[in-house]
């Protein structure tokens, strides 16, 4: 069965403190990797995807990585306003089909 | 900036009742999904819809739950039967098609009683 899973669950930084949420999956064929982030009683926002190994996206403090297993999501140098649910979710082979991760919730104390 | 609208953003129901939620995707996307998440739980896929079909649909889709897109604009949920488990943050998304990324709308809450 297709699985994607996160890691750690929940992190806390101080301000400017930098480090990384892994996400690794199983999947008969991936068709993109999506990282979003999620506001507490909001929807998803889109942050990045990518597609194939090696691949990298970056944005402001966030840098999306992807091997054949897993991705990594490097937060660099975080300050309080990046304190959110970071999914991730992958698009199988099944054309129109969407796994998502429970997701790491970040706390990110000035 | 074109969004995804859904509405009510709360729905309050009683056990065994019908209810309707309601999207408008972005105006030129082609795909269009429901997913829900259960207080503290992932994000789970319930179905995709293209092309005025049902194309994929998870196990959690079953014969209690229905898809429409009446007009142009909308696309429903329809859930016949309501049950204390349907309660959870119900998110519609669309997307073009040219390019991978789902635009999600902020969600209705269905509290089942």
């Known amino acids: 069965e297709d699985q994607v899973t996160q890691s750690p669950e929940a992190l806390r930084l101080q301000e400017g403190e930098s480090s990384s949420l892994n996400c690794s999956y199983t999947?008969?064929?991936?068709?993109?990797l999506f990282w979003y982030r999620q506001d507490p009683g909001k929807g998803p926002e889109f942050l990045f995807t990518?597609?194939?190994a090696g691949e990298e996206k970056e944005k402001e403090r966030l840098k999306a990585t992807l091997t054949k297993k897993e991705s990594f999501l490097h937060i660099t140098a975080p300050k309080p306003e990046d304190s959110a649910t970071y999914l991730c979710?992958?698009?199988?082979?099944?054309?129109?089909?969407?796994?998502f991760g429970s997701g790491t919730k970040l706390n990110v104390k000035p | 900036e074109p969004e995804v609208t859904q509405t009510p953003s709360h729905q309050v129901t009683q056990m065994g009742q019908e209810v309707i939620l309601r999207c408008v995707p972005i105006?030129?996307?082609?795909?269009f999904y429901w997913y829900r998440q259960i207080l503290g739980q992932k994000v789970e896929f319930l179905v995709s819809?293209?092309?005025?079909?049902?194309?994929?649909k998870s196990e959690i889709f079953d014969d209690q739950f229905s898809v429409e897109r009446p007009d142009g604009s909308n696309f429903t949920l329809k859930i016949r039967s309501t049950k204390l488990e349907d309660s959870a943050m119900y998110f519609c998304?669309?997307?073009?098609?040219?390019?991978?990324?789902?635009?999600f709308g902020a969600g209705t809450r269905l509290s089942v009683l």
């Open positions: 998304a669309s997307t073009s098609g040219q390019e991978n990324i789902q635009y």
């Open positions: 999947v008969s064929g991936l068709r993109g």
């Open positions: 990518l597609y194939s």
């Open positions: 979710a992958v698009r199988a082979l099944e054309f129109n089909k969407f796994y």
């Open positions: 105006s030129n996307h082609l795909y």
């Open positions: 819809f293209y092309n005025n079909e049902i194309s994929e």
